[in-house]
């Protein structure tokens, strides 16, 4: 029987439950579908896109409601799409899975800046001198793991590209009083305070571990907050 969606040829995202041979599918809103998986949607309505559930929603035919009850001991279609969604396949279109593949190619791009170094000059490459290596080196990103997991898989293939190395840093610094207090936003934002030390005038001393590739950037936001001010030296690699 056909249902409310005729797709014809059109690609569609969707969760599939199988069993036996039997096939039971719901049509899906691919980001909401991966947020429902993690638990961060609650109401499954939000995810589908009908709620129908189909034995090919492709071309649109229905699961009998008589399959349903036998299958999930009830033919409610939205107590039978929570299971689908919690216990299936969800499949995703191609175009869908190369948006995440960027996504996670631009997050991982964005965490080597951050954390690594060109030994060589003592500062980080540029993202785009990393996407070129990345590119180069023909670096497959997973679509379903996070970008934090594949980091140190990249990093390996880009050391035969480039010259890099992943460090973190230990920072001190002593701001005047005139800055202090205002100082601490930013100290927070680039790292983990290990010391803070209010001095005899007023003015702070504090040690920031940072990654490496963020002393650049972070020690530009102190010179604007003080005008220059600042008293900036690395203390530990």
Do not use: C
Request: charged share 30%; no cysteine.
């Amino acid at each position: 029987m056909k249902g409310a969606i005729d797709q014809g040829k059109l690609h569609i995202n969707k969760a599939i439950y199988r069993k036996g041979e039997l096939i039971f599918e719901i049509v899906v809103d691919p980001d909401l579908a991966v947020e429902y998986r993690n638990g961060n949607i609650k109401d499954i309505r939000e995810v589908l896109k009908s709620q129908e559930i189909f034995s090919d929603a492709q071309k649109g035919n229905v699961a009998s409601s008589g399959l349903l009850e036998a299958t999930f001991s009830t033919s409610e279609p939205l107590k039978v799409a929570e299971e689908i969604l919690k216990h299936g396949e969800i499949q995703l279109t191609s175009e869908y899975r190369q948006k995440l593949r960027d996504q996670k190619k631009n997050k991982i791009i964005e965490l080597i800046h951050q954390n690594a170094i060109n030994p060589q000059a003592n500062a980080p490459h540029t993202r785009e001198r990393l996407e070129s290596a990345m590119d180069e080196a023909k670096v497959k990103v997973d679509e379903w793991k996070t970008a934090e997991d594949q980091v140190e898989t990249v990093l390996k293939a880009l050391q035969a590209i480039l010259p890099i190395r992943y460090e973190i840093r230990i920072i001190e610094v002593i701001i005047n009083s005139q800055y202090a207090p205002q100082s601490y936003a930013i100290l927070k934002n680039y790292g983990t305070l290990e010391e803070t030390q209010w001095l005899n005038d007023g003015g702070l001393l504090a040690r920031i571990k940072m990654p490496a590739g963020m002393q650049e950037e972070f020690i530009e936001k102190l010179n604007n907050l003080t005008h220059g001010s600042v008293d900036v030296k690395v203390i530990e690699n």
